[in-house]
């Protein structure tokens, strides 16, 4: 009787679940840039629409957890202020060091549209644009806060309204104490329900990487790029620097923490952040993240879901600003000090109209309209958005995890020892729930 031979070595999905999440997700991007790369240089359109369509499904998953992901973690962050201690406080902090990265990232937006001019010189014809058939404006942006149908909210996917409407329910379950237990606990097996579904959606990441750059890459190629060169290149310097710059040199003089150890923690989420182009899509790996940096579960319970829906240094700081220079330079429109302090207005008081969402333009449509400016500008930049994207979203979530990283060192609950030796793969299965009792006791996030 015969016997198989015995296998010689790990399975090829053995080997796969081995490899670091990080390494499969720039295993993907390289090859999704090189298919994407046969496939414009060989026209094969089989292959463009076959990258296209995986890209699609990613995103369209990480958006199906959206509202219910978004509605459960803030509900049950507010209701869990209770037992942070000096909560208010916390709150307050955390929103001061929201507004302070803001306007230091909007300066650095302004600075760089105003060294280097990316509209001058463009050579792009402005003739047959089209606003966009939905605009901001701080009417639309304040009515449209409270939604007129609870159901619509949801259905929609109006992470605005979604975000007031968890709010209300937040402070009502935290108003009504025991009598809303219930609700409170059903809020938390949701979000428990929601998150390890998106768990198994962040998996695919690397497959998404590959569908979503080869298809930009298939697409686009250089040839969108070359006339908003200096744009492009004005986006990414001014997120780079906000990224790596700004936020360590917070982190040390701040927070008085070593910046290479953020990086080293943080990096899956802000890899994740540039693929999906997703704040909320990434909140679940932005909240280990956090924690597994030293922040207590209780205060990244509150602040990371906050964040992920309201702090958006790169799409609503750095990218309106560079580019309501770029669209005035275009059409010829001198704008003056005024105008900057404008900006830097809008950019800190309704960066919430981005809503954690893929994409930026209702901030753009914002800045723009305040302004007086041409809404067709926005057409001028539509196709090169996914592009700017990645860079902006990644930006949004470093600086999301710096804020609370900053808030819980100066209120001296950082547990230090985490932060200095982070660990933890965070592509495994999201482990079981654990409360952190104070900063002394380590969380492992074994993710």
Known sequence: ??????????????????????????????????LGFVARQGDVGWLTSTLDTIGKLFV?????????????AIVVSIANLRNVTNA???AARTLLWFLITSLIAVSIGLAIGLLTDPGHGSNLSTSGLKAPQESGSWVDFLTGIIPTNVVDAFLKVNVLQIVFLAVVAG????????????????????????????????RLAP??????????????????????????????????????????????????????????????????AFVSRSSVGTLPVTRRVAERLGVPSEYSSFA??????????????VYPSI?????????????????????????????????????????????????????????????????????????????????????SAREGILDRAAYDHPTGDLAAAPAAASVRAGAADRVTATV
């Open 88 to 90: 208010a406080r916390l």
């Open 1 to 34: 009787m015969s016997t198989a031979p015995a296998p010689t070595g790990p399975s090829l999905l053995a080997t796969v679940r081995r490899t670091p999440f990080w390494a499969q997700i720039v295993g993907g991007l390289v090859l999704g840039v090189a």
């Open 60 to 72: 369209q998953l990480l958006k199906l957890a959206v509202p219910p992901l978004v509605f459960t």
């Open 171 to 202: 402070v009502a379950i935290l108003k009504a104490g025991e009598k809303a237990a219930p609700v409170l606990k059903l809020s938390e097996s949701l979000l428990e329900l929601v998150q390890t579904a998106l768990w198994w959606v962040i």
């Open 207 to 272: 497959l998404g990487t590959l569908g979503l750059i080869g298809k930009s890459v298939a697409e686009y190629g250089w040839n969108l790029l070359r006339p908003m060169a200096t744009f492009t290149a004005d986006i990414y310097v001014g997120c780079a620097l906000v990224l790596f710059v700004v936020y360590s040199l917070l982190l040390r003089f701040a927070a008085g923490l070593n910046p290479v150890n953020f990086f080293k923690g943080a990096w899956p989420a802000i890899q994740l």
């Open 304 to 317: 990371v879901p906050f964040a992920a829906t309201t702090k958006m240094d790169g799409c609503a700081a």
């Open 323 to 407: 580019a309501a220079i770029f669209v005035a330079q275009v059409y010829g429109i001198h704008l003056g000090v005024g105008d900057y302090l404008l900006i830097a207005f809008v950019s800190v008081i309704g960066s919430a109209a981005t809503a954690g969402l893929t994409g930026a333009i209702v901030m753009l449509t914002l800045t723009l309209s305040t302004l007086g400016l041409p809404l067709e500008g926005v057409g001028l930049l539509l196709a090169i958005d996914p592009i700017l994207d990645m860079m902006r979203t990644a930006t949004n979530v470093a600086g999301q995890v710096v804020t609370t990283l900053i808030v």
